[in-house]
Every structure is written in structure tokens, then in C-alpha cells.
Nanobody, 122 residues
Framework: QLQLVESGGGLVQPGGSLRLSCAAS????????IAWFRQAPGKERERVTCISSSGSPNYADSVKGRFTISRDNAKNTVYLQMNSLKPEDTAVYYCAARFRVCNIWRSEYNYWGQGTQVTVSS
């Protein structure tokens, strides 16, 4: 069974950091682009960042310079390091996979995790 599982969410103060993980089972991530999306209450799900199968990352302007996506194919895991967190980063974060190259549209991703809650609050 093909599955993505996110972990690492939680409650953090503004300015703090979290690292999210997206672990795959049932398939290897080597040939897949992995994206992180987030959805805040009452808002559309938006793509935050993506890393292609070749390792090229891209970021939404809202997180550029604060978030870093990376992949460890040996561990079949993709990470999202989030620094300088802001209250507006509060959302459920989802990882998603599609073959090889990144795409901005959520409908283009074949596999999704269940999500992990990130709350930034003092």
C-alpha cells in the first residue's frame, strides 16, 4: 500500500522552528517530486514548497528564506525545516507526491499524507 506519513507538527511560539518529516512506504521517493501544502481554517490549500526528483527546490514567496525543503532518499523521507515561524504559518501541513517534476496544482499530485497540525502562537 502506497502511503505518505507526516510528522513533526506541534505548537511553537512566533520566531520558533519546527522540522516536519514526510516518510513514504510502499514505494521509493527517488523518482518523485514531493511538495508540502498547507491549509489554514477557511482558506484554500496552497503549495508552500516542492522538491523535484532531481533535488531542485522552489518556494512560495511567503516562506522564501524561512523554510527549507530537503530529501534523504536513503531514508525515503522528505523534510521541511521551518524557521522564523509566524502566526500566519498556522495550518495543517500535507506532503504530496507526483512523478519527477513539481507542479503548482494540488490536483496533479497522486499521493497525499493525512496532514500534521502546525500552530504558531504565544
Amino acid at each position: 500500500q502506497l502511503q505518505l506519513v507526516e510528522s513533526g507538527g506541534g505548537l511553537v511560539q512566533p520566531g520558533g522552528s519546527l522540522r516536519l518529516s514526510c516518510a513514504a512506504s510502499g514505494f521509493t521517493l527517488d523518482d518523485y517530486a514531493i511538495a508540502w501544502f498547507r491549509q489554514a481554517p477557511g482558506k484554500e490549500r496552497e503549495r508552500v514548497t516542492c522538491i523535484s526528483s532531481s533535488g531542485s527546490p522552489n518556494y512560495a514567496d511567503s516562506v522564501k528564506g524561512r523554510f527549507t525543503i530537503s530529501r534523504d532518499n536513503a531514508k525515503n523521507t522528505v523534510y521541511l525545516q521551518m524557521n522564523s515561524l509566524k502566526p500566519e504559518d498556522t495550518a495543517v501541513y500535507y506532503c504530496a507526491a507526483r512523478f519527477r517534476v513539481c507542479n503548482i496544482w494540488r490536483s496533479e499530485y497522486n499521493y497525499w499524507g493525512q496532514g500534521t497540525q502546525v500552530t504558531v502562537s504565544s
